[in-house]
C-alpha cells in the first residue's frame, strides 16, 4: 500500500519562479492537509481540503494556492515563489471517523 | 486557541535509559492527543494516540496518558535503542466544524539521539 506520496522529493526555485506539489493518496481519505516545517516551528496548517471539491484557508495561507482536483490528489502551487517560502512541505489525510492523519515523506524546497 | 508545549532538545541519552519528554497542552474542546515520530529525511509517522482522560496510548515500547486534570501527554519509555532515535512531535486535534476534517496543532518537536 502506497499511502500518501508526494513529489517531487527535492526543488530548488529561483524567486519569483513558479511551481506545483503534488501529492496523491490511495486510502479512500475524504479529507488532505497540506503543512509546512520550519525548524524550531514545529508543523503549519497552509491549507486542507474536506472533501473533492472544497478547500479552506489554514494557518499560514499566504502565497500559496491548492487544487483538489479528485478524490485522490490535492495540488499546492506557489505562483511566485519567495525564499521566505523555503521549508519542508508535507501532504497528509484522513477519513472517515478517525481524526487520526497519515504523512507522505515531503517535499524540500529551496527558493533562492 | 490551541495550543502544545513540549521540552525542548536536544536530548541525548545512553542506550538502555529512561525517556521522558514532556508535554502539556490548551483547548478548548476535549482533543485527542497524539505523539508522531519523524526519523531523518522521512515523514511523519504515528507513534501512538489516545482520545479521552485517562486512556493511555501505546507502542514499540513507549506510553504516554491522557491526564486532562494536568492537561499533560509525556511520552515515557523504559529502555531507549539506537534506532529510537529522531525528532518527537507531541499535536492535538480538534474537528473543523463537523466537516470530517480534522485541525492538528503541533508542538515544536523534540529531537532525541540515543548513543551507544
Known amino acids: 500500500n502506497a499511502g500518501v506520496t508526494q513529489t517531487p522529493k527535492f526543488q530548488v526555485l529561483k524567486t519569483g519562479q513558479s511551481m506545483t506539489l503534488q501529492c496523491a493518496q490511495d486510502?479512500?481519505?475524504?479529507?488532505m492537509y497540506w503543512y509546512r516545517q520550519d525548524p524550531g516551528m514545529g508543523l503549519r496548517l497552509i491549507y486542507y481540503?474536506?472533501?473533492?471539491?472544497?478547500?479552506d484557508k489554514g494557518e499560514v495561507p499566504n502565497g500559496y494556492n491548492v487544487s483538489r482536483l479528485n478524490k485522490r490528489e490535492f495540488s499546492l502551487r506557489l505562483e511566485s515563489a519567495a525564499p521566505s517560502q523555503t521549508s519542508v512541505y508535507f501532504c497528509?489525510?484522513?477519513?472517515?471517523?478517525?481524526?487520526?492523519?497519515?504523512f507522505g515523506p515531503g517535499t524540500r524546497l529551496t527558493v533562492l | 486557541g490551541n495550543s502544545v508545549t513540549q521540552m525542548e532538545g536536544p536530548v541525548t541519552l545512553s542506550e538502555e535509559a529512561f525517556l521522558t519528554i514532556n508535554c502539556t497542552y490548551t483547548?478548548?474542546?476535549?482533543?485527542?492527543l497524539f505523539w508522531y515520530v519523524q526519523y531523518p529525511g522521512e515523514g511523519l509517522q504515528l507513534l501512538l494516540k489516545?482520545?479521552?482522560?485517562?486512556d493511555k496510548g501505546s507502542n514499540k515500547g513507549f506510553e504516554a496518558t491522557y491526564r486532562k486534570e494536568t492537561t499533560s501527554f509525556h511520552l515515557e519509555k523504559g529502555s531507549v535503542q539506537v534506532s529510537d532515535s529522531a525528532v518527537y512531535f507531541c499535536?492535538?486535534?480538534?474537528?473543523?466544524?463537523?466537516?470530517?476534517?480534522?485541525?492538528?496543532?503541533f508542538g515544536k518537536g523534540t529531537k532525541l539521539s540515543v548513543i551507544p
Open positions: 489516545a482520545t479521552k482522560a485517562d
Open positions: 481540503s474536506a472533501s473533492e471539491g472544497t478547500t
Open positions: 497528509a489525510s484522513n477519513g472517515g471517523r478517525t481524526d487520526t492523519q497519515y
Open positions: 483547548a478548548t474542546g476535549y482533543p485527542s
Open positions: 486510502m479512500n481519505h475524504n479529507s
Open positions: 499535536a492535538l486535534s480538534e474537528i473543523f466544524s463537523g466537516a470530517g476534517s480534522y485541525q492538528l496543532t
